[in-house]
């Protein structure tokens, strides 16, 4: 085991990664918790347009505490703002974006994630949870490229990349890449394929973390 | 001539019967009919289906109607909302049936309804808890579920402005599922903030149009469900 002091990168850190990859003027969505750094990291020179599943493309940053509109919400009932060139629309609507493939990208937390791209990240299956879920399952249907963003362990230390998820599924193959705090990781057909290490993070270190192997090859050709 | 309006919320929701299913709109708090659900918990009617986004939170507006035990059934896509503690209280004490929908698949499934498509195919939830059961059928390589689209008695919904012929304007994300909604029912009632005279809307601008609307409301001042949660508000 690698010294307890490899921490890796913090949670801005993870979103300053992921707003790298998103090209300028994508229409993204991002999910609710971590994701939603991301929008706090977008790289000089870009525009992302934000799309919030309860009715809005343009999204802005929330207002200082206490103001904003009750009705100007996200889709985690947070309010917001709206930028230039916003727009309103209804659920339908909202949804013919997501599951039409017009959005460019999903951002989404888990809580696990399989070697062949299953998400799961509405449930654990506990039978006193009250199930939600939410747009989660339209968005992994519709949207062309499914981001995940996450810890690479639960709180209690276990994987959350795995072999097989055993929490119910959001959606079957539909993780196009993840990124953790130890790493970037792609799903390939061959299974999970490393681009990129946090600083200072060895790959060894990343793969006893990881419930299922990794393809270290797959790093240099994933940056040419 | 045409005049939509209703004088109050309780004569608006007067004839809503026993095992009635009404569609209320709202995602959280934005867009959610607070007053007319008030006068239903005020009406009395009872085994109700309500297919809503949320449960509601707090004591009051839709969390208010289930605490009542008023809804026997609710058709829902994300009942635990941040504060939300009547719904989880009733499911887990087995006194509410929950039909847990996608968000895309519930706004489609009341869109379907509303315009006349009795069922439709999609890609979302295959291969989830969500798809068990339910016919499917692969096009194109791809599986899709077969989702029936839903109709109900009653739809109540918040505009910003209505006119006369009931037509209506939305508020930002208050909007959301009130469109659709309006379409699904067989009585359509809307409480607006303003209410005007045929003819002074913009015909361009009109979101939802009359013919969906049957009773127009005007409730001049909509209470805020987190308004009244932080005054601790319960209702009735």
């Known amino acids: ?224 | 001539m045409i005049d939509k309006r209703f004088d109050s919320a309780r004569e608006a929701v007067a004839d809503i019967f026993d095992g009635a299913t009404i569609m209320i709109g709202g995602f959280g708090e934005a867009g959610s009919p607070i007053e007319l659900i008030h006068a239903l918990i005020d009406q009395g009617a009872k085994s109700l289906t309500v297919v809503s986004n949320n449960s509601g939170t707090g004591l009051v507006g839709l969390a208010a109607l289930l605490r009542a035990e008023r809804v026997s059934k609710i058709v829902c896509s994300f009942p635990k909302t941040a504060g939300s503690t009547v719904f989880p209280d009733l499911y887990r004490a087995g006194k509410i049936e929950l039909e847990l929908v996608p968000q895309g698949t519930l706004a489609e499934r009341i869109r379907a309804g509303g315009a006349g498509i009795v069922a439709f195919y999609t890609p979302t939830a295959v291969g989830t808890p969500l798809a068990q059961g339910k016919e499917s059928r692969v096009f194109g390589e791809r599986e899709h579920v077969l989702e029936h689209g839903i109709r109900a008695d009653f739809t109540l919904i918040k505009g910003h402005t209505a006119d006369t012929h009931g037509n209506v304007l939305y508020h930002r994300t208050a909007r959301n599922f009130a469109p659709m909604m309006a379409t699904a029912a067989t009585v359509t009632i809307v409480q607006a903030a303003e209410v005007v005279e045929a003819g002074a809307l913009d015909p361009e601008i009109i979101v939802t149009p009359g013919i969906f609307v049957d009773r127009v409301v005007h409730v001049p001042s909509p209470a805020l469900e987190s308004a009244l949660n932080e005054a601790g508000a319960s209702y009735p």
């Open chain 1, 1 to 224: 085991m690698t010294s307890a002091t490899t921490t890796g990168w913090t949670r801005d850190q993870i979103a300053m990664r992921v707003a790298q990859d998103i090209a300028n003027g994508s229409y993204v969505n991002l999910g609710i918790g971590i994701p939603e750094l991301v929008a706090s990291h977008v790289p000089a020179g870009r525009t992302f347009i934000y799309h919030t599943e309860n009715g809005l493309l343009g999204m802005g940053p929330s207002p200082a505490t206490g103001q904003g509109d009750p009705e100007l919400i996200n889709a985690g009932k947070r309010r917001v703002t709206m930028m230039p060139g916003a727009a309103f629309f209804d659920q339908a609507t909202s949804f013919a974006m997501i599951r039409g493939g017009h959005l460019d990208l999903s951002v989404l937390g888990a809580l696990q994630v399989a070697a062949n791209g299953d998400l799961a990240n509405w449930s654990t299956g506990a039978d006193d949870a009250i199930p939600a879920v939410g747009g989660a399952m339209d968005l992994v249907a519709g949207v062309k490229r499914v981001f995940v963003m996450t810890t690479h362990m639960t709180k209690e230390g276990e994987p959350k990349l795995v072999q097989h998820c055993t929490y119910p599924l959001t959606g079957r193959a539909v993780v196009t890449r993840i990124y953790t705090d130890l790493a970037v990781i792609d799903v390939t057909p061959r299974g999970f394929a490393l681009v990129e290490l946090a600083p200072g993070i060895p790959f060894d270190f990343v793969q006893e973390r990881t419930g299922a192997p990794i393809i270290q090859s797959h790093a240099l050709e994933a940056r040419k």
